[in-house]
């Protein structure tokens, strides 16, 4: 009953959140937030995603509340279109296409009275709650444009060469009154702007360098900036020397919205992260994507316990990503220091991170480099607590090399008691860590260096484990050195062909006896380490080479004219598993085997390697393609059940767009809205029960409407079933390798398909 | 939200000291109880019956103390000139010492005057005993011999005079009533049977001999004399099995822990130290204010008593199981922790409604003004005086964070005569270190580069400026020295070491590290 489709690569998540400004619900419940190419709705109370708004087929560019409904919202796309949806059900209501043309961007929308308005290369624009105007800042200008009158310029002198350029504004809602943020941490409030040249400003100062977000509240007793200190500062309108302060809120402040009943406060942040505060000042929830910095440099980990995603996250943190439920689990302070909200600050980064295979121990390497002093660098090691379910720090090593560490990895033997870290740094030696049990000094197991080992001075640049921890392979520039970790005896020398190692892997399970190696020289090299002699090479750029660490597969990304292909393979065979010609475009910087909770078990050959796990990679252009994943999909019975009815309303809603996305197969939205619903927002099961079973009872005195409609349903299995009984090539090619099925199963079908949507639908209704 | 992270202060490992099962155990003792004598503490000797009353000859006199009291329990005054010696029977009833005056007296502890008076010796005593059967006494002087005498008729028994300089010590066998052993200042050892009228036994130790202790099991001796503590095998015919050099002045007197497990010597040069028996290595040391002349360990170690030649008697007590736990128990129980903790032990009951308080977080006063941004005040607050000498890593700590948040310039820039002259003299002190030498050499060139051009005006800053200076050229002129002695080592190293011929040659080892594991710990 599982069938199997192509491989395909799919964007799983991790989009950003606080690309726009985040938009609460009229009853401050929901908060919706533009998210690549969907709309998000959270709860703002649970932190729960409660819906995707997904139709649009590229980047979110604005979201705003529908000021004639409540329960409905606009939201506008580099694709050109405007879609209004009725967020708390999820669902579509209108697709309004505006721009033919593909280049012009909405990069906001603002809405009175269903006027839209797009502009291109404006850097905030709002319009007056009474309607008059509409103002827009760009560069060192102010415009305000009214509707009865005509455009009104307010221009910012830059006599000084201050830097007074435009940062974002807003509109007072009752008064006549702009207040605009600036480069320079200035606030102005502008008045009296409908006379010619009459205009007033008065000037607030707090923060230090340029305001991100300026914004009043409903009522307009208060205005609230934020900048990159971080610091929520509210103002008293006309009262401008008190002024609250919400400090410590993470990361810079992007974007501030208010809830239209000025109860809740809500701040993007850099760190992709909404808050919701509430109007006195105290935070009451977090929602937390995928934080990217500015570079992924530990590698993409994944978790053995957890089997979350692990990477860098907030400056000097690791962030633990669940992978399943697009959502950041926890953030770990590796450097434990006081972050100093400032540009051009040095501060410590987290450059190295390793599992041991049970997750046990983490060990992590922070640096930080100021121009013209020494570096410092810092080993530290976690041990996992049971008890409060996180790491809690062992051991710290204060320069535990005298130049940066260039890779670092922990040994995969079975029994946790020896457990040993290896790491290898650019002062041309590699140290071996212990774990010791006791010392005069420390209380507990501590960590301490077991081993220094050089070879001719070379620089080390990776190092390897073999899959039982009895081989240590270091690659010193040209030269891969194979060491025995019992007792530090340089075993061989592995040299051939000549180029420096860039790239080292040993094999697993039945391939342990490769070592696997790429070098510069685009050469992809394979040794075996029981004759010691070269098994194969090929000629191939190979950007990123990783180990599938529950199978034998190795995976390959080669780099080839500006875009990038994977290869998968075993070392054993000559022919590769699978490969796919330009998966992404650019680079793949990093990639990840990450294990499935569930084994498929899938028969065919090219897509059998992603049985047990799941590969994700990030590119090159993080930004745009944050994370990716192949994924086999899988045709279960639900499917065939319940995909049907998916292909109807599809077919209905076709009305003015075409889905051209490859969507994963789902039930009818009917079940997917009771799947995919929260279980706190479901009404009782009781309830539901008995609703379920009167569906059952009167499923034979529906309507009119609902007779026909099953009548076609009716009709349409009938063709399916004259498809599958004599075989024919249909449409539907996925369909005909299911199994036929007998009558009597089909019946059963039929029935089980019209009694659902009924008292689903039913209940969704009410 | 999180809160403020506090600056982190870097714990250092203490260098040298190890914390041992040794030093926990010596350690375990009060702060000493001081006595005044009269005169050099000469000798003190442990009662073997309890409540082991200890007597402690000092000058012309003999006190007995009990174990607990400061006050003498019992004096015994009667001597002409200074008395040497006091010991105990081993029934803990009778007393003998020797006397200046060359006569040798002997005391019911209970009495007041001497029961017996052994006059025969021609000069000082020094050095009187009990044998094991208690009726003789054993005695040595400053005559070259020594004799041994019967205490119920008075009379003396045998005279030996083999020694050919004064006889300083001597000690009789416990399981044997006629064997002796004398030590003497001309460097021998002598054993005695007291069965055939001469020494059977001589030992040359190299060195005035000052001490003698024996093994309980009897089989060991070991004699002090000049820095040298030395043991000798008496089962193997006097053959020297150990010689110890760990003081640096003359070691006056040994003493057994009554384990038998540790041996205590203290010498002139202050020191006391504890070797184990077992491989003869220092294990602890303990520290006094003067020479020491004698050493008194009280049965089960419960004290340490130390006659030194101030006339300074130094007794430390040990901390019992509940006093060790009552320190930390009234520690817990100051009132301010009292407030603290008020109400923290309250077990909530079933329909109780819990508010949780936020807790508040401490933070000490820099950490308060780095929040606050106030970053000249929180180096003022690092540069306090007890902290600068005490805890100097917490303002090594503030400076490296200043550092950190790119604000040392602002903090360190704006100072005073007094200010800076405090900076500079912090500097002084921990610049070289080489645990702070990386975050305090760019403070001090940042200083430098600050106030070049006040230098001059103010002759406290140039001292401390010059000081600084003479500091750094020391170093570097320590630094080349070290460097040298490298390159000799590296040079030595590579002329001894084999060249293998195996492929693993190619680990090269600069600066003369050894070729297998080369452990380093973390520190």
């Known amino acids: ?302 978790d ?23 959502k950041q689990l926890y953030n770990l302070d590796i450097v434990q220091q006081e972050y100093i909200h400032e540009s051009g600050l040095q501060q410590f980064e987290v450059v190295k991170a390793a599992f041991d295979t049970r997750g046990n121990w983490l060990a992590t390497v922070e640096e930080r480099k100021q121009k013209d002093s020494t570096l410092e660098l810092n080993l530290k090691l976690w041990a996992y607590d049971e008890q409060t379910q996180s790491f809690v720090l062992n051991t710290t090593v204060s320069g535990p090399h005298e130049a940066r560490i260039t890779a670092m990895c922990f040994c995969h033997t079975a029994d946790s008691q020896t457990t040993m870290l290896v790491s290898a740094s650019q002062d041309g030696h590699f140290k071996a860590w212990q774990l010791e049990s006791n010392h005069y000094f420390y209380e507990g197991p501590f960590w301490s260096c077991d081993f220094v080992g050089a070879y001719h001075s070379l620089v080390p640049e990776c190092c390897c484990f073999s899959a039982d921890g009895s081989l240590l392979a270091i690659s010193f520039q040209e030269v891969v050195t194979v060491w025995s970790p019992a007792s530090w005896e340089l075993l061989t020398t592995l040299s051939q062909p000549p180029g420096a190692i860039r790239d080292l892997c040993f094999g697993r399970q039945s391939c342990s006896k490769y070592l696997l190696g790429t070098t510069a020289k685009n050469l992809l090299c394979c040794w075996n380490l029981l004759t010691c002699t070269l098994e194969w090479s090929t000629s191939m750029d190979v950007s990123l080479l990783l180990s599938d660490p529950l199978s034998e597969n190795m995976a390959a990304f080669c780099s080839h004219a500006g875009c990038t292909d994977l290869f998968v393979f075993k070392p054993s065979e000559p022919r590769p598993l699978f490969s796919h010609k330009a998966i992404c475009s650019g680079k793949v910087t990093r990639a990840v085997f990450a294990p499935r909770e569930e084994m498929l078990e899938s028969c065919e050959e090219s897509s059998q390697w992603l049985n047990r796990s799941q590969l994700y990679f990030l590119t090159q252009y993080m930004v745009n393609i944050p994370l990716v994943i192949d994924d086999s999909v899988a045709v279960t019975p639900f499917y065939l059940l319940l995909g049907k009815h998916r292909q109807q309303q599809q077919e209905k809603q076709d009305r003015s767009f075409s889905a051209e996305r490859n969507q994963l197969p789902q039930g009818s939205v009917a079940i997917k809205e009771l799947l995919h619903t929260p279980a706190h927002v479901l009404p009782s099961a009781s309830f539901l029960c008995s609703m379920f079973v009167r569906s059952l009872l009167i499923s034979e005195k529906k309507s009119e409407e609902e007779e026909m409609e099953s009548d076609k349903e009716e009709e349409s299995e009938c063709e399916m079933e004259a498809s599958t009984m004599g075989q024919g090539q249909t449409a539907e090619a996925q369909e005909t390798a299911a199994p036929a099925l007998t009558k009597a199963q089909a019946r059963e079908l039929r029935r089980v398909k019209k009694l659902d949507h009924s008292w689903l639908s039913s209940l969704l209704d009410s | 939200m999180a809160s403020f992270k506090p600056t982190k202060i870097q714990v250092y490992p203490k260098l040298g000291e190890k914390v041992t099962q040794d030093t926990l155990y010596w350690k375990n003792y009060k702060a000493p109880v001081q006595i005044k004598e009269f ?179 009897e089989g060991l001796l070991v004699s002090a004399g000049g820095r040298y503590v030395k043991v000798w095998d008496l089962l193997k015919g006097g053959q020297p099995l150990v010689s110890l050099k760990n003081h640096h002045k003359t070691v006056t007197c040994l003493c057994l822990s009554s384990n038998g497990q540790r041996l205590l010597s203290a010498s002139l040069d202050r020191h006391v130290k504890v070797y184990n028996t077992t491989n003869y290595k220092v294990v602890h040391n303990f520290d006094y204010a003067a020479s020491i002349l004698s050493l008194g360990l009280a049965p089960d170690d419960e004290s340490i008593v130390v006659g030194m030649t101030n006339g300074i008697l130094s007794i430390k007590h040990r901390k019992s199981s509940e006093e060790t736990k009552e320190i930390s128990g009234q520690q817990k129980r100051r009132p301010a922790y009292r407030v603290f903790v008020k109400g923290k032990n309250y077990v909530p009951k079933q329909d109780d409604y819990l508010v949780s308080k936020p807790v508040k977080q401490h933070l000490a006063k820099y950490d308060k ?126 002329s001894s070491l084999p060249r293998k011929e195996v492929p693993c040659s190619g680990i090269s080892r600069p600066n003369g590290l050894a070729q297998g594991d080369a452990s380093l710990t973390v520190l």
């Open chain 1, 1 to 302: 009953m599982v069938e199997h489709g192509d491989i395909r690569v799919v964007h799983r998540g991790g989009s950003k959140i606080n690309f726009r400004e985040p938009v609460l619900s009229h009853d401050s419940r929901l908060l919706l937030c533009a998210s690549g190419e969907c709309v998000k709705v959270f709860s703002s109370s649970t932190e729960e995603c409660v819906h995707d708004l997904q139709g649009h087929t590229d980047l979110v560019t604005g979201v705003l509340l529908n000021p004639s409904n409540h329960l409905q919202a606009y939201s506008c796309s580099a694709d050109g279109t405007v879609r209004l949806w009725d967020f708390t059900d999820g669902i579509l209501i209108k697709v309004q296409l505006h721009c033919h043309h593909v280049s012009v961007q909405p990069l906001s929308v603002s809405v009175f009275s269903l006027l839209m308005c797009m502009c291109v290369t404006l850097t905030r624009l709002l319009s007056s709650s009474q309607g008059e105007y509409i103002a827009s800042a760009k560069g060192l200008h102010l415009e305000v444009y009214f509707f009865k009158k005509q455009k009104f310029s307010l221009k910012e002198d830059n006599k000084k060469g201050a830097k007074n350029t435009f940062t974002c504004l807003s509109c007072h809602p009752k008064d006549d009154c702009i207040a605009t943020g600036h480069e320079d941490g200035k606030i102005r409030l502008w008045r009296n702007f409908n006379h010619k040249r009459e205009y007033t400003y008065s000037t607030l100062h707090w923060h230090h360098s340029a305001v991100s977000s300026v914004r009043f509240t409903p009522e307009g007793t208060n205005l609230l900036s934020g900048g990159v200190e971080s610091v929520l500062v509210q103002w008293r309108y006309n009262q401008e020397t008190q002024k609250d302060f919400l400090p410590r809120l993470g990361a810079a402040i992007t974007h501030i919205a208010v809830s239209p009943d000025g109860e809740l406060f809500c701040t993007a942040h850099s760190d992709n992260k909404l808050t919701v505060i509430q109007s006195c000042v105290k935070v009451s929830a977090v929602i937390q994507g995928l934080v990217k910095g500015e570079s992924v440099r530990t590698d993409l980990m994944v």
């Open chain 1, 304 to 326: 053995p316990r957890s089997k979350a995603l692990v990477l860098n996250g907030k400056p000097g943190h690791l962030q633990f990503y669940s992978l399943q439920r697009d």
């Open chain 2, 39 to 217: 005169g050099a503490v000469t000798n003190i000797d442990f009662s073997p019956v309890a409540p082991h009353n200890y007597a402690v000859t000092a000058f012309t006199r003999i006190h007995i103390y009990g174990p607990f009291s400061q006050e003498p329990v019992k004096s015994f005054t009667r001597f002409k000139d200074t008395a040497y010696c006091g010991r105990f029977r081993s029934d803990g009833q009778l007393l003998v010492a020797g006397c200046e005056d060359s006569v040798v007296r002997l005391f019911d502890v209970s009495g007041k005057v001497a029961l017996r008076m052994f006059k025969g010796h021609t000069k000082a005593v020094r050095v009187t005993d009990f044998t094991s059967d208690r009726y003789h006494i054993l005695t040595g002087s400053d005559d070259y011999t020594c004799r041994l005498w019967d205490i119920p008729n008075s009379t003396e028994l045998t005279s030996y005079q083999e020694h050919t300089d004064y006889i300083r010590c001597g000690i009789t066998s416990k399981l044997n009533r006629d064997l002796f052993i004398t030590g003497s200042y001309d460097h021998t050892l002598k054993l005695f049977d007291a069965r055939v009228n001469k020494s059977v036994m001589t030992m040359d130790h190299g060195q005035p001999v000052e001490s003698l202790l024996l093994y309980p099991s």
């Open chain 2, 369 to 494: 003004q780095l929040k606050r941004f106030n970053v000249s005040k929180a180096l003022d607050t690092a540069l306090e005086t007890w902290t600068r000498f005490r805890k100097p890593e917490i303002t090594v700590a503030v400076i490296k964070e200043l550092d950190r948040r790119g604000t040392l310039k602002n903090a360190l820039a704006g100072r005073d005569e007094r200010g800076l002259s405090q900076l500079l003299n912090f500097l002084v002190g921990n610049l070289v270190d080489p645990r702070f030498a990386p975050v305090l050499v760019p403070a001090t060139e940042m200083i430098l580069d600050i106030y070049q051009s006040v230098i001059g005006q103010s002759p406290v800053v140039d001292v401390q400026l010059q000081r600084l200076q003479d500091l750094l050229e020391r170093e570097i002129g320590y630094q080349q020295d070290l460097l040298e002695v490298l390159g000799m080592l590296d040079t030595m190293f590579t």
